[in-house]
């Protein structure tokens, strides 16, 4: 079922009345899933249903306008839409409202996001890219509202990039850059920051989008008289318009029930974007909801009697109807015919996915109730789990919870005995989890060859007359390098294309490789991670500039739930390997020498974070992430860029290991544990501890997330029996997260002679100007001090008390 699109303008009436016969079909079948979707949710075989009705008719004139290498970044309304162009059929529809954890079964994600929430697949089973131009592409939807417009930035760029940028290999990405980035969204949503940053971005970067609103004048309970100023996004946006000589937006408005007009406005809003690559509005209004939001809900209970009549006649589907039978398409008793055989198949295509999705847990059911039977046998609790089994047994539709619950508890029962059937129940259980747990767990990161842990290492080179350089240099030097190796790969933020970024580790790359790989952009983080995410989607490399660490916080929702969430929430079958740049720590004051780290290394686990102590160790990161196919944070120390570093010969070449720690001074008497700019202040502190005979070990973490792979630090620990944690952020920020990783994950509680310590920042953010911050954060004193009195609390006699 698609209806791709035949509208030319010398087609024969016959032609005519199939294809839109062909769309009224997608239509009424697409209507009929939402309404027996809601059924399905208020019986309870599905937890939560947010359907498309009352949306379908301008969805059906976008997917005639949309062509194989597009993309789509929507929302929740878009069924009808993923109908049309074949990426979605009756049975997966219902499968994903069941939440089906087989991706054959259930293509959107695996059933780990509720139903409305659309993908095609990108890659192939070993994560390789697909020929992205070959087919219609849906980049993965997330549910935070205007969540989808950042992305969408960057899915439009990729095809200036590939049409204006010589030297990719664009095979399977685009065709001259003709693909158009379609977006999707509520009215309401166009309240969202992210709407306004992303309409003004693609406006100053004449990217090829065409951005739809879905107008059907509320946000659940809430109208258009409290979202939107005038009600009327596109009346608002009217400055946007392009005038003779200025660059904007072409903007159209179009009523959602009329098919041919839609048709038409579709017809000419792809043509502009897709031939001058100028950005569109489209402004769909007199859009209904015939069932209210979502099954959460009804909307009796906030429209107005008069607003429900009216969205009963200008339901668009009925409406859609009337104008075919008063254009000689259909009558009312052949519609009647088609609407009714419809019916049928879509209760036929409900009933295929319903038993396909239980029968594997029945199967399941069936193995577990056999082991606890046979667990039973000879247990003197025999009563116990039979009735466990029992009651296993009679559930019509098992879930895997209820299987799992019986077995696990038997346990509880067996625990003084010893049998071939609680053998085979323990094995049973394990086997099952590790076959069940990746259904819901896996492809967090990528689990393809070029995953970051599985790049090798390649350690800088040095000519005998390397040259002690300003660090900023390396940076720029080696991005030269990436910039030749790599022409698919492009670096954009503020200030980082005409003077080279702000502490010039791009100079001079602008005038070798152009305003569009090396660019200046406005300040606006969530809409440049956006333009990362989306080209990165579409084969770029690129690398998204955050001028400062303290404003990653900008971009920060967006890195959470959309970039790091993509691999997972479409069970691998999309990545986006951005690499976010940017600086931090140690300058002045508390908006330039912040440290989020706890924050970041808590809402990004899916994102690689790096921390390199200096510019080598930095590009050698880039220039790892760069073979790999994975996301990732570096954060520059910001007071590096003018230490002295020997200039490597193999620029581009050597590469920082991912998760892997370096031991920087080897010890005897504490294991001391830091990163980035820090420290460099634990080294200097080392002498100084030197000093007094106090031999400290000090370990880089470098990797963040993910965290020290080949448990090195518990190696060290076991040597000095002694561990300090010291980081710049507040108390319980990352070194919390260090310490579990240490103690817990790696069992160093067993070799430690003392407590294991953290030494951190201040709870406030660092104060301005040099005393500011030797009182917010942790000094060398403050380092030194701590672990003396570590070393005075074992060895008070050598160690004597320094107060
Ligand atoms: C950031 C965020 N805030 C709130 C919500 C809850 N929510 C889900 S849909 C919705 C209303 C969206 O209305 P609109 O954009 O007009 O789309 P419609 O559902 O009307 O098609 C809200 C508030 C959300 N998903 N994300
Ligand atoms: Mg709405």
Not at 351 to 363: I, L, M, N, S
Request: proline share 3%.
């Amino acid at each position: 079922m698609s209806n791709t699109n035949k509208t030319t303008k010398d087609i024969t009436f016959e032609d005519f009345k199939t294809e839109v016969l062909n769309d009224y079909t997608i239509a009424v079948t697409s209507r009929e899933c939402s309404l027996l979707g809601r059924r399905e949710v208020l019986t309870g075989k599905a937890k939560f249903g947010i359907f498309g009705d009352g949306k379908e008719v301008p969805q059906l004139a976008m997917a005639k306008a949309f062509k194989n290498g597009d993309f789509r970044s929507g929302y929740y309304r878009d069924q009808t839409f993923m109908m049309a162009i074949g990426a979605l059929n009756i049975q997966q529809f219902f499968a994903g409202l069941y939440g089906h954890t087989d991706i054959t079964e259930e293509p959107m994600s695996a059933g780990r996001q509720m139903g409305g929430h659309f993908a095609t697949h990108s890659l192939n089973e070993d994560g390789s890219w697909k020929n992205l131009t070959q087919q219609k592409n849906s980049s993965a939807d997330i549910s935070p509202t205007a969540g989808q417009m950042p992305r969408l930035l960057g899915l439009a760029q990729a095809s200036k990039i590939y049409r204006e940028v010589k030297g990719i290999n664009a095979e399977k990405f685009s065709v001259n850059g003709d693909e158009i980035a379609w977006g999707t969204i509520g009215n309401a949503s166009t309240s969202e920051g992210l709407f306004f940053e992303t309409i003004n971005a693609a406006g100053v970067l004449q990217v090829p989008m065409v951005m739809n609103v879905w107008d059907d004048e509320y946000g659940i309970s809430v109208h258009a008289r409290h979202q939107t100023t005038k009600e009327n996004i596109s009346e608002v946006l009217k400055g946007f318009q392009r005038e003779e000589g200025t660059n904007g937006y072409e903007i159209f408005r179009v009523k959602g029930w009329d098919y041919p007009n839609l048709v038409d406005v579709y017809q000419r809003a792809a043509a502009v974007a897709r031939k001058e690559h100028c950005p569109v509005l489209i402004h769909v209004n007199e859009l209904t909801q015939p069932q209210g939001h979502s099954t959460s809900g009804s909307h009796e209970r906030y429209k107005s009697k008069e607003r429900l009549a009216w969205e009963v006649e200008f339901d668009c589907m009925s409406k859609m109807r009337q104008w075919m039978i008063e254009n000689n398409i259909f009558t009312d008793e052949e519609a009647k015919a088609i609407e009714k055989d419809i019916q049928k198949q879509v209760r036929k295509g409900k009933q295929a996915a319903w038993t396909a999705f239980v029968k594997p847990q029945k199967e399941e059911q069936t193995e577990a109730v056999e082991v606890l039977k046979a667990a039973a046998v000879n247990s003197s609790n025999k009563a116990f789990i039979e009735k466990l089994a029992n009651e296993l047994e009679i559930i019509k539709e098992p879930i895997r919870k209820e299987i799992l619950i019986a077995t696990r508890k038997a346990l509880r029962y067996l625990t003084t005995e010893s049998s071939e059937g609680k053998t085979a129940l323990i094995n049973w259980i394990a086997d099952y989890k590790a076959k069940i747990q990746p259904k819901y767990s896996a492809n967090l990161y990528s689990e393809s060859n070029l995953r970051a842990d599985n790049i090798n290492a390649e350690a800088p080179k040095y000519n005998d007359d390397a040259e002690m350089v300003d660090a900023r240099l390396i940076m720029r030097d080696n991005f030269d390098a990436i910039f030749t190796k790599y022409p698919e790969s492009l670096i954009f933020g503020e200030d980082a294309g005409h003077i080279g970024d702000v502490n010039q580790g791009l100079e001079g790359m602008q005038e070798k490789y152009g305003e569009l790989r090396v660019s200046d952009t406005g300040i606006r983080e969530a809409t440049i991670l956006g333009q990362g995410i989306g080209m990165a989607m579409r084969g770029l490399r690129p690398i998204a500039e955050i001028q400062y660490l303290d404003y990653i916080l900008y971009s920060l929702q967006i890195m959470s739930d959309d970039l790091a969430t993509l691999q997972y929430r479409t069970n691998g079958k999309q990545k986006a390997p951005v690499i976010i740049r940017t600086r931090g720590h140690r300058l002045e004051g508390i908006w330039h020498s912040g440290s989020q780290m706890g924050g970041l290394i808590h809402l990004l686990r899916g994102i690689h974070l790096l921390v390199p102590r200096n510019m080598t160790k930095a590009a050698g990161f880039y220039n790892t992430l760069l073979e790999g196919d994975e996301p990732a944070v570096v954060v520059e120390c910001l007071n590096g860029y003018r230490l002295k570093e020997k200039m490597p010969a193999n620029l581009g070449e050597f590469k920082t290991p991912i998760g892997v720690v370096e031991t920087v001074k080897e010890g005897a008497d504490i294991t001391l544990v830091s990163y980035g700019s820090t420290l460099r202040i634990v080294e200097e502190t080392a002498k100084e501890l030197a000093q007094v005979g106090i031999d400290a070990e000090i370990i880089d973490i470098q990797s963040l997330l993910p965290f020290d792979i080949n448990h090195d630090i518990v190696k060290s620990v076991q040597k000095t029996n002694r561990l300090l944690v010291i980081d710049e952020d507040v108390p319980g920020g990352a070194s919390a997260y260090i310490l579990q990783e240490i103690v817990e994950k790696q069992n160093a509680y067993k070799f430690l002679d003392s407590k294991p310590q953290t030494l951190t920042a201040k709870e406030h953010r660092p104060a301005y100007g040099t005393d500011g911050d030797y009182f917010s954060k942790p000094s060398a004193e403050d380092i030194f001090e701590k672990i003396y009195d570590m070393m005075n609390e074992s060895n008070p006699n050598k160690y004597p008390s320094l107060f």
